[in-house]
Nanobody, 129 residues
Framework: QLQLVESGGGLVQPGGSLRLSCAAS????????IGWFRQAPGKEREGVSC????????NYADSVKGRFTISRDDAKKTVYLQMNSLKPEDSAVYYCAAHYIGRDFFGRCVPSPPDYEDWGQGTQVTVSS
């Protein structure tokens, strides 16, 4: 059974860093795109970043480009989101999710929430002084 478990959230001061982890089990990552998303209170869930695991092709929302980096550890079946230069507006519950792509390894992934079938439970990130 496909399962995603996020961890690494917490409270950080503006300008600080956090690294979120998304541990996957029950499926072969190669045939999936993994995305990171966030949802702040009263706002819609928005895409932050994604990676096609087989080719490591990535994409980022404009609001996080240059500050966030998505990466993977194949041995650990874990996808990370390194978040630097955090701002108060980055505060949200962060989710990872999986989208089955089969052998569509190339081309840009899109972190669009409706495209993703399986979701983790989320981890809270709060950026505040």
């Amino acid at each position: 059974q496909l399962q995603l478990v996020e961890s690494g959230g917490g409270l950080v001061q503006p300008g600080g860093s956090l690294r979120l982890s998304c541990a996957a089990s029950g499926f072969t990552l190669d045939y999936y795109t993994i995305g990171w998303f966030r949802q702040a209170p009263g706002k819609e869930r928005e895409g932050v970043s994604c990676m096609k695991i087989r080719t490591a092709m990535t994409n980022y929302a404009d609001s996080v480009k240059g500050r966030f980096t998505i990466s993977r550890d194949d041995a650990k079946k874990t996808v990370y989101l390194q978040m630097n230069s955090l701002k108060p507006e980055d505060s949200a519950v962060y989710y990872c999710a999986a989208h089955y792509i089969g052998r569509d390894f190339f081309g840009r992934c899109v972190p669009s929430p409706p495209d993703y079938e399986d979701w983790g439970q989320g981890t809270q990130v709060t950026v505040s002084s």
